[in-house]
């Protein structure tokens, strides 16, 4: 048990650097560089393309790496990318096209490493403790989430958006140093050689896994445009003080953390299957809230959408997240992750683009409302699969039968 509290711990300080790093970078990029709404969707895009360019190939590449290893090195590269940023300001030579390609960087890192740390968790942690350990990295992700933007926004206010991503990078080598301590780990050994398709098609085969992975892409697409829109909006529309950026983007943390602390008893009393499809139900009603209001009604309406949003969104990934990690074939763990992971998460830099582009002629509030009710399309994927006839998502055949 003394492997997964090590292994925790390094989450939570990078988890921690990384939620300041996501308030100082787009910081940087409006008020360091007066970066215009098209700039900050590939800014955002950035920090999430990635997963459409080695996606598909990370379970691959993953399966045939050591994972402690594959975790260290991602640690190492995104220290060095993020580091880069100050010191350039600090010689007078930062510009946009640097933060993006530091985003860029970043982002192939967090492939590797999301897909390694992902694959080493249930070889730490016996199948029956899964979901409860999946809800505590979600509540970890949800504290630091609260705090960290908090944090940043206050010490951006205090000591400007660019040496605050410092912080960012020593979280980085923190989460190194705590991972070469942990013992070494293969993905499942498979007999034949490791093919990218076979997750692909493991994967849209799935009755239960393949509408799953639609459904985080509508949700994932909708995250994608709020990356871009939320500073927009509260710092051009909303003339909102760097300090309280911070503040209001961090209460996206107490949903996370309410959705959490909650994923376990309400699929205890719903079944997981249901736990599902009303959860994307909320996730849809919160999205429609944010953009609401004006003035102090505008706060309101952006902390109350903000936080049923998250709450929604918390409850169908760790619910998904533990199924595929106790459904999929051993050797297949780390490619079924990674195609998941390439279709849902390659949704957010997507949403990010078309939402900077939306903005610039319409406005922030206008494009949150437009990619707010996209989200509907999140329980529709439910409702049109098996899983809205199930009370529990293992009701259905198991896993290696629909192989």
Do not use: K
Not at 21 to 49: K, R
Not at 74 to 94: E, I, K, M, Q
Not at 188 to 217: K, N, Q, Y
Not at 342 to 367: D, T
Request: proline content about 7%; aromatic content about 8%.
């Amino acid at each position: 048990m003394a492997v997964f509290w090590r292994w925790w711990t390094a989450g939570a300080v990078s988890s921690a650097g990384t939620a300041v790093g996501a308030v100082a970078l787009p910081l940087t990029a409006l008020i360091a560089l007066d970066a215009t709404p098209l700039q900050m969707g590939v800014v955002a895009a950035a920090g999430y393309v990635a997963w459409l360019v080695i996606g598909m190939p990370a379970g691959v590449l993953v399966q045939r790496l050591p994972l402690r290893g594959a975790q260290i090195a991602a640690d190492l590269v995104r220290a060095a990318a993020v580091a880069s940023v100050p010191l350039s300001w600090y010689l007078g030579a930062l510009t946009i096209a640097q933060l993006v390609a530091v985003a860029l960087v970043v982002s192939l890192a967090n492939v590797v490493f999301g897909v390694a740390n992902a694959t080493f968790l249930p070889s730490i942690v016996p199948p029956e403790r899964l979901e409860a350990r999946n809800s505590l990295n979600s509540a970890t992700e949800a504290v630091t989430t609260l705090g960290g933007p908090a944090v940043a926004g206050l010490l951006v206010q205090a000591l400007g958006a660019v040496p605050v991503l410092f912080v960012d990078a020593v979280s980085y080598l923190c989460s190194a140093a705590l991972l070469r301590t942990l013992p070494p780990r293969r993905a499942g050994a498979s007999a034949e050689r490791p093919l990218i398709r076979d997750g692909l098609r493991f994967v849209a085969r799935h009755p239960v896994m393949g509408p799953g992975m639609w459904t985080a892409a509508a949700v994932n697409f909708v995250c994608g445009a709020q990356l871009a829109l939320f500073p927009l909006y509260l710092v051009r529309d909303l003339h909102t003080p760097p300090g309280w950026v911070g503040l209001l983007l961090a209460v996206e943390g107490a949903g996370t953390l309410l959705g959490a602390a909650l994923t376990t008893r309400v699929t205890a009393r719903l079944g997981t299957a249901r736990a599902l499809l009303l959860a994307s139900a909320v996730a849809v009603s919160g999205a429609m809230i944010i953009p609401l209001g004006t003035a102090w009604a505008a706060y309101a309406a952006f902390v109350l959408g903000s936080v049923v949003f998250a709450g929604g969104v918390v409850v169908m990934s760790v619910t998904m997240r533990t199924y595929r990690q106790l459904a999929s074939p051993p050797d297949l763990l780390a490619r079924v992750i990674a195609t998941v992971r390439f279709v849902s998460w390659g949704a957010i830099p997507i949403g990010s683009l078309l939402a900077g582009l939306f903005a610039g002629h319409a406005g922030a509030r206008p494009a949150l409302f437009a990619f707010g009710a996209a989200t509907v399309l999140a329980p529709l994927a439910l409702l049109r699969s098996p899983i809205r006839r199930l009370r529990d998502l293992t009701d259905y055949a198991p896993a290696p039968a629909v192989a």
